[in-house]
């Protein structure tokens, strides 16, 4: 594997710490250099929350920067495209279907883009778009889309052992909510498209 | 096996491992996991001071002992407590005694964007910078060892993105140290002009020393040299990105930012062609390496010293590139979507009641800070923590002092703004015979900075009962006769409350009392649904600007998935239709 840069991008408060917590401590785990960059503060009270991933063999910066990620993991559909820059070219989104309304679209002083889904698909991109938020209810708590999507994210990464990715689970998961989100990472895994 | 560490943690790791005793701080993003990592070691004694001047004094008060203190503040908390330090800076130290200041280019989560720097410069305090969590935790050792070596207080900065990366960190174990033995000696820890105008000779003196260690500058400061037609002088997280946009250029890194190392400067410079100085914000290191006579240096002539540099925004600026993204089919505008105040939040119901009537609202630093926005639009001003109260009093003052019309003002401040700077405000409005009204929000908690215990919660940082101050004896105590409790979500009494108060010709204090619905006791039970068959279409409850209440193909909606069951849109709707099961 070479250098592989993350993008995960969502609303403050559907848990982006966690998930790149998460992908940080599998990739200590393949003995590979990384760094991760959080957002905390202001912007976690329900903002646009933007959140890094870099492994390789050497990483400087923490950041990516315009034109640098590989993947976009993105918790909403409008997140997903407000990045979509950060993006390589022919880079891959995979992002959960669900809408959150902005504040100003709650207002109706604007309205929330629609054919989100279509663009995307349409785009010089690979997409994966499914609906995280159903797959997470169904394993038992809304609250585990994040790992919802590492399952996705997980089968795009073939180099990755599997087990790596329980150990990962188990060193960022509290024990009592272990078995719902390995079930969560499980419906992610298995997610067939269509 | 390397760990891998937030920036902060590895402070609190590196504070550990040195041996530290007592750490006191007061939170601000984003230096605040670095104080809430140490209170996970029962090692070490830890405490959340009611502000930053405090917490130093405490660490100020420790150190004078033996014991080794530290204290962790942001950018702007380093301002509240820059009275201390710049005394401290004379007195020197027993135990080591360190300050995390943690600066926020870009502005994720402040107010303004103040380069610390400045500060250790003026102070004459020794400042380390480092540029990743190895170095976080290596420069807080090395910051108490030169602090109980040179006799002085040092500083450690980072930026945002320091604070907030994770990356590989080699652990060991703590060291704990021989106790210091505490002698009184009045010429060094009693600064009255007699015995001040000595230790500033002993201040130079030290900064001089320290700029000459050898063993201090090759610890902390170190020259890459590769192709010498370009050089580049840097620190701390610039660092990162000069090694990815000039991967071939030489580079000084300089880990202590003050005393700068100006010989090594100069060495670095003779040895190369062209010389950039790459730095966030103030071109603080780029002025002191003219001021040192090398003038061929260049460096806010290409790199803005407004918001943060990242790889892209240097090579563009450097090398004129563009980055090549990844572009959609069509265009997409995506709204912006700002931080807005949690669903169920207990401060909605006092920004809705102050958004309907004509008052000017003197804000204050907090989650309620998003008042200022729509659909509430209320707040007027916003400075620094504290203001609100003393700048209430200021503009009535001023009202009165131009003869002009007075504007109703009520002065909104939390719980833990409040005891940080508000008590002085209110101590000024009752002396000088103010009579503005001030609405003390209580959530129970420090909520903006991630849900800290504070002097009126009733909890340590530890978990562990405290006594809690109570503010309506508090402020009874000041000499405020009108003191009242009343419930945001009670929104027609709430009203009446503020009417009655800002109409009455004395001071006056509200405490809005109702807990953060992030905290774990709240329970709201069942999410409210709005009954479709009954709804009128009338828009009102969208007026609560609660994030979950929102409007679909003409309907009005609760989106179950946010929604905290709190029920205040129940007393929007004027036909009833907002359905909650007890
Ligand atoms: C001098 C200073 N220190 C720290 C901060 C960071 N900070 C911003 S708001 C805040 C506290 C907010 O707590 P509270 O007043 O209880 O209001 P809440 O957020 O709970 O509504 C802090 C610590 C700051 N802006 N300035
Ligand atoms: S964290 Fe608490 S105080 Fe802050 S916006 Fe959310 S509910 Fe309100
Ligand atoms: S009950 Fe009403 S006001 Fe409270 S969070 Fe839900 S929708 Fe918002």
Redesign the pocket.
Known sequence: MVNLNILIVGVGGQGTLLASKFLGAVAALIGKDVKVSEVHGMSQRGGSVVTCVKIGDNIHSPLIDEGQADIILAFEQLEAVRWIKYLKKGGTVITNIQKINPMPVVFGQTTYPDKILDILADSDVTLHALDAFSLAVESGTSKAVNIVLLGVLSRTLPEIPENIWQDGLNAVIPAKLLDVNTRAFEKGRNYIEG | MKKLLLGNEAIARGAWEAGVHVVAS????PS?EITENISKYDEIYSEWAP??KVALEVSIGASVTGARAMSA??H??L??AADPLYTASYTGVNGGLVIVVADDPGMH???NEQDSRYHALASHIPMLEPSDSQECLDFTKAAFDISEKFDTPVIIRTTTRIAHQRSLVELSDRQELPKKEYKKDIMKYVMMPGMAIKRHVIVDKRMNDLENNKEVSSLVNKIEYNDKTLGIITSGISYQYTKEVFPNASVLKIGLVNPMPTELIKEFAANVDKLLVIEELEPYMENFVKQIGILKAEGKKYFTNQGELNTVKIASAYYGTKPESAELSQDIQAPARPPVMCPGCP?RGVFYVLSNMKVRVSG??????LGAMAPYASVDTCV??GASVSMAHGAQKGELATGSDIIPTVAI??????M??GITGLVDIVYNKGTSTVII?D?S?????GH?Q?PTTGYTIKMEEAPKIDLVKLCEALGIKRVRVEDPFDLPAFKQAVSEELSCDEPSVIISRRP?VLLKNVKYGKNPIINQDKCRKCGKCMKLGCPAIFKEDGKYLIDDAICAGCGLCVQMCPFGCIEKEI
Not at chain 2, 26 to 29: D, H, I, K, N
Not at chain 2, 364 to 369: M, S
Not at chain 2, 445 to 449: F, L
């Open positions: 007061y939170p601000g993003t605040t502000n930053e503040m942001k702007v908390g301002n509240v989560s402040s107010q401060h204050d630093i907090g989650c309620y800070t620094c923590m401040i939390g719980d833990s703004t409040f940080h700077s929000l959530n908690i420090t909520g903006m900075t800290q504070n953060c």
